[in-house]
DNA sequence: TGATTTCGTGACAATTATTGTCACTATTAT
DNA sequence: ATAATAGTGACAATAATTGTCACGAAATCA
C-alpha cells in the first residue's frame, strides 16, 4: 500500500481504537515496526495527538482529542451546522463540560474562505433565539450522567420557597424556554416528577443504596406516556374570535385543539385533565374577550371564582 | 515536498481556490503537471468531488462539496455539536436549502465507536425542545437571501385575516418559540416592522426598481434600537405572591423587571410603553391573584374595563 | 537485581514508489 | 485552424520509503 493511502487509513484506526502498541500496528499495515514509527511520528507532525509511554503496558494513545478524519460537507451543510452550535451560545448552562465555542472557532478557522465569508454575512441575520435566563443550572452533567448510567441521586429541591431533600432517579434533561428541565422518577412521590434545574441547590449520587430502577426504557422520547395517568378528563369547548385564534396559535401546548374557519375564527375543542382547569382558567382569562369557553361547567365556575377574588383587590 | 504531505496541502488548497487548472497548481506546488494531474486523481480517490472542464476556460472545478480538512475536537467537542445539529430537527422550516439531518448523518457516521455509542446513550436523554408548529416557512431561503444581499421583496402577508402587498427590506430571520419572525422595513408604513414568516404567504425579488435603504449597520443584534421609538412610557409596579414570582421567573421578556424578596414573594417595576398596556393587562388577569398591579393607574382601569367585558359573557 | 517489554533513534543498503519527459489523443472556445 | 485544456501510456532517472540491525532508555515485574 502506497504510504499515503496507509497514513490517512491509520489516522482513521488510530482514532478506532484509543489505544494501540507499535508492533501491533505493523503488523496490521504489514510493515515493519520501524516504519510505523515514522508513520506515528508523521501523523504526530499533522496534529494527531499522539501520546506514548514506554514499557511492559505501555504503548501508544491517541488523547481526548480527536481527529476527525476530512469529512465532505456541502457548504449547505457546512452553514447550518455552524448555526446550529452558534445558537447554543444562548445559553447560561450546558450539559457539556467544555464550552462549545472552542468547537465553534475550530470549525470556523477551518473553513474556507469563502464559506466563512458567507457566515460572516449570515452571522447578524439569521438566528434561534432562546431565551436569555439569569438563572443558571450548574448540575447538568450530573443529572444527565445520572440519566445515562440509570443512577439515583440526592437532590436539595427549592419548591415554593421550602428545600427539601429528594431521592431521584433522572431519565433525562431537557431545555425549554431557556430552562432546564429534568423528569425523573421521584422516590419520595414514588412517582415520575419534574424538576426546574436552576431550582436544583445540589446534587450528588446516592451513597446510602438506595436501589436505582430499571428505567432503560423510558426516555424523553417516550416518557409522555409514564407520566400522563391523569385520571380526570372532561371535555373542553371554547369560541375564538380572528385575534383569539391568531394568540392561541402562538400558544405550542394546544396544537392540536385548535380549528379554524375559513374566515380567520375557530375554536378549542379537545380533552384536558382535569387537575389542570386552574391552569386552563387563568389562560383563558389571559385570552380576554377574544375566547368564550362553553365547557366544562367546571371551568366556567372556576373562572368566575377567580374573578371574584382577583377583583376583590381592585375596589 | 514529500508526496502524502503534498496531497494533504493540496486537499486544502483546492477547497480554498474554487477553480484552477492542473498547470497552475503544478507551478504552485513545483511538480510536473503528469505529477499533479496524478495527484488530483488521487484526491478523487479518495473522495474530493473534483470536476474538469477541457478547453479553453475549461479548468478543474471542486464541487459544492467541500472537504473539510482534519479538525481536532474533542470529545465533548463532537459531542455538543452533535446535539446542536441534532436539536434542529424540531423545526418545521429552516433557511438553509439542505436537511442538516445529513450533515449530520455524515458526522455521526465518521465518529469513532466510542463516541458513537456516547451519543447513542444521551440522544434520548438531552434535548433542546423547541415547539413543533404546523406552520410551515416556506419563505425563509428568500428572506434570509434578500436581507445579506439588502434587496427589496415584494410579499404578500396575512394580517387579521386580510392579505395584501407590501414592499419590504428584511433585515434579517430569527426563530423563537418555534415560530419565524422577520424583522424589515416597510416601505408601506414607512418604519421597522416584525413579520411572521409562516403569514407571508409569497415572496419575491421586487421588480418595480424600489430603492433599498443602506441598511447595511441594521442587524438582529442592534434592530432593538432602531425600533424602540415608542413614545409614551409609563411606570409599572405590581406585588407578587411566591407563586406569583415563579410564574414571572418562567416569563422571558420581564426579566431584569423582577425583584425577589429574601421570603420568595417580590415585585414588578419597570417602564412599559403605553401601547402595550392591552398586552400587560391581559398578563396580570392571567396571574390572577397571584400579582397585584398597584401602578399605572391606566392599567388598572383597563384591566376593570377588560373585566366587566369578559364577566358579562359568562353570565 | 535482572529479564522483559516497550518506545525511540541512527545508519545504510535494497527496494519501490514517484517523478518528469515525451509522444500522443480528445474536446472545446475563439 | 489554432490554442488551451484535460487525459493516457511508456519508460528511465530519481528520490522516497522501507527493512534490518544495532543500540539506548525507561518502566514493570518476578
Redesign the interface.
Known sequence: MP???R??EL?MTV??K?KFTVKELAQEFGVSTRTMLRDLQ?LSE????LYSEVGPHGGYQVL??????????????????F???Y??RHYSS?????E?A??LD??YL??????RDRID??K????????????ESPFLSIL?EA??QQKVLLIEYES??DEACRHIQP?????????WFCPAYCFLRKDFRIFRCDRIHSASFDTEGTEPMDLRHV???NRESFFRTEKAITGLYADLS??GV?MC??V??L?SHLHVRE??TGWLEGPIPQNDLAFY???F?????EA??KQPAEL?SY??R??A???S??D
Open positions: 504510504k499515503s493511502k497514513l490517512l489516522m482514532n478506532r484509543r508523521e499533522l496534529g494527531v495527538p481526548k482529542e480527536r481527529i476527525l478524519p476530512p469529512i465532505a460537507f456541502s457548504e449547505e451543510e457546512a452553514v447550518a451546522m448555526f446550529a452550535v445558537a447554543l450546558l450539559p457539556f463540560e467544555t462549545s472552542s468547537a475550530k470549525f477551518h473553513m474556507s474562505g469563502d464559506v454575512q449570515m447578524n441575520r439569521v438566528d434561534f433565539v432562546t431565551p436569555t435566563r439569569q438563572q444527565l440519566a445515562v415554593r420557597g431519565i433525562g434533561i431537557y431545555a425549554n424556554n431557556g430552562l426516555h424523553l422520547g380572528q385575534k391568531q396559535e402562538a405550542l401546548w396544537g374566515d380567520g382558567a387563568r389562560f382569562i389571559g385570552l380576554g374577550n368564550t369557553v366556567i373562572m368566575k377567580l374573578f377574588e382577583i377583583m383587590k381592585y
